[in-house]
């Protein structure tokens, strides 16, 4: 098993994204290397980091291309499966025209059977809804488009 370096203040960023964002978990994988932060009542800790195979994989699918264009593009902050209501056949949490202001939930991503609320990045409008309810979601997809 190869050294593994630490990057402390990516670990520390990572911990602070969690914060702001609500999340419970994130993972990183970068150059061989991955790294799982995740938090609960205490604050956020380091929980796996080890080295990983350098496998080469072929490229993701591209984006939708209007969610390339667009610059306020929300993605998602993991792998799960998004859900745009609290409840199966119940009122979205937006819609397309509805005003939101930052920190407002706008939809759920469920990972590991834990239900992360998503977040406004900002205040703003609802200008495109990119994802299905219940729809299965990758890690820096774009979900919503907020101007």
Do not use: C, W
Request: hydrophobic fraction near 45%; charge should be negative; glycine fraction near 6%.
């Amino acid at each position: 098993m190869s050294k593994f370096d630490i990057d402390e203040a990516l670990i520390r960023k990572l911990g602070s994204l969690l914060k702001e964002t609500g999340l419970t978990e994130l993972e990183l994988e970068k150059d061989g290397q991955r790294i799982r932060v995740t938090s609960q009542a205490a604050p956020a800790t380091v929980v796996h980091a080890s080295p990983v195979a350098n496998v080469s994989a072929p490229a993701a699918p591209a984006a939708p291309a209007k969610a390339e264009t667009a610059k306020n593009a929300l993605t998602s902050p993991m792998v799960g499966t998004a859900y745009l209501s609290s409840e199966p056949g119940g009122t979205p949490f937006v819609k397309v025209g509805d005003r939101v202001t930052k920190g407002q939930t706008v939809l759920i991503i469920e990972a590991m059977k834990v239900m992360n609320p998503i977040s406004a990045p900002a205040n703003g409008v609802v200008k495109e809804v990119l994802v299905h309810d219940a729809q299965p979601v990758e890690f820096g997809e774009p979900l919503l488009v907020i101007e």
